[in-house]
């Protein structure tokens, strides 16, 4: 291609504030260690959740892209690559809370512990799956599932940058093609793992389709802010609004299909009526927990889709970035409703230590992001598909 694209410099400026900020996360979280540990690790796991769930859904909008041959996407690719360059890292960071199982999988790790006959007979049935070692082995199959695809998607896409004869997109659509399912199961049983089992006597068939497309729509929003940043620091030359068109129109779909996931869920679960799994609903309709659950119904679902069907929003990049930041947002605030309502006694819905977990694990991912792409065009220079992806229109 004759265009030149600029290479990224500023990453030292990112990774100094976002270390910053991560080590007082952890100096507030070692505070927090003292005041209320069991709180601690209940934060901690709900921004974990949060973060990992996002460059899931990037990896899997990637392989998506690549499985599809899809050409627009090509033009952001590289920023999607990024966010998934973070998986390494979040694998570290799952370390904390193998000190906090005891706190946060109490119930079916001790199961002769529960008083009631019911109920504990209910997790002596789940043993054979809900079991410590297991439980471990389960964990270390999913990261290395993530991180060997996101690996491979990356690495073959910078190899063309440098090697022309290597920017070739049909290997890598092999690797998505094959890679996807084994993603998304592996994504679907970490929901089981490390959300549902909280409470272990609830069971929703829905719920790792309800955290897939909470995941996947985080990722795209996301993607729309860092192109947003990167096209206005003259990084992503040839952007125009269609690109932002499109980003909008998977915004909208897929906050409509969060919604779908979610109401059917509680449909379900209410026209059923069983105790059990009614029981996840009726702590989260009452007491401080009711207002937390409002909130999220208007943040991620109503406000956002009201928005995104305006057909003008979606094609001016201010706007549209502006509302994907609040999706974004949205989606801790969504991970933090299916986590902090089994705090036992919690009496408000947020605490500082909440604030202090998402620094103490968002702070060290955006560094590592960062130094991963430090260096680098933010697109595919080599990509044969590049130049039709930056002449990409729609109306």
């Not at 900020?21 to 505070?31: D, N, S």
């Not at 920023?79 to 000190?99: D, K, M, Q, R, T």
């Not at 956002?304 to 994907?324: D, E, M, Q």
């Amino acid at each position: 291609m004759n265009r030149r694209f600029p290479v990224f410099r500023g990453g030292r400026a990112i990774v100094t504030r976002s270390l910053g900020l991560a080590l007082l996360g952890a100096l507030l979280l070692v505070v927090g260690a003292f005041v209320d540990r069991e709180r601690l690790f209940y934060a901690y796991l709900a921004a974990y959740a949060f973060a990992v769930t996002t460059a899931v859904g990037a990896l899997l909008f990637l392989m998506i892209c690549h499985a599809m041959a899809a050409t627009w996407p090509v033009a952001v690719r590289r920023l999607a690559e990024a966010i998934v360059g973070a998986l390494p890292l979040l694998c570290a960071l799952f370390v904390p809370l193998l000190f906090g199982l005891g706190a946060l999988y109490g119930e079916w790790l001790h199961p002769e512990s529960i008083g009631d006959e019911h109920v504990r007979a209910i997790v002596l049935h789940k043993t054979p799956y809900l079991n410590l070692p297991f439980f471990l082995v389960r964990t270390g199959i999913y990261f290395t599932v993530w991180i060997v695809f996101g690996a491979l998607l990356r690495r073959g896409s910078i190899l063309g940058d440098a090697t022309p004869a290597l920017a070739d997109s049909r290997r890598l659509r092999v690797i998505s093609v094959a890679g996807l399912p084994l993603v998304g199961l592996t994504l679907s049983f970490a929901a089981f793992d490390w959300l549902m089992s909280l409470a272990p006597t609830w069971v929703s068939t829905m719920f790792p389709v309800y955290v897939f497309a909470g995941g996947f729509v985080a990722a795209i929003a996301l993607l729309t802010v860092l192109a947003f940043a990167a096209e206005r620091a003259g990084l992503l030359p040839g952007l125009s609004a269609s690109h932002y068109y499109a980003l909008g129109r998977l915004l909208l779909a897929f906050t409509i299909f969060w919604a779908y996931a979610a109401f059917f869920q509680f449909m379900l679960i209410w026209i059923a009526d069983k105790p059990e799994e009614a029981e996840f609903y009726v702590l989260r309709a009452h007491g401080p927990w009711a207002i937390a659950s409002l909130v999220l119904v208007l943040a991620r679902f109503v406000i956002p889709f009201a928005i995104l069907l305006n057909y003008g929003i979606k094609r001016r990049p201010a706007w549209l970035s502006a509302v994907a930041a609040w999706i974004f947002v949205a989606h801790y605030i969504d991970m933090h409703w299916l986590v902090a309502p089994e705090v036992p006694g919690a009496r408000a819905p947020f605490h500082w230590l909440d604030v202090a977990a998402l620094l103490a694990v968002i702070g060290p991912c955006v560094a590592f992001a960062a130094l991963r792409v430090r260096g680098r065009p933010l697109v595919p220079v080599n990509d044969p598909a590049l130049p039709a992806a930056l002449r990409y229109e729609s109306i």
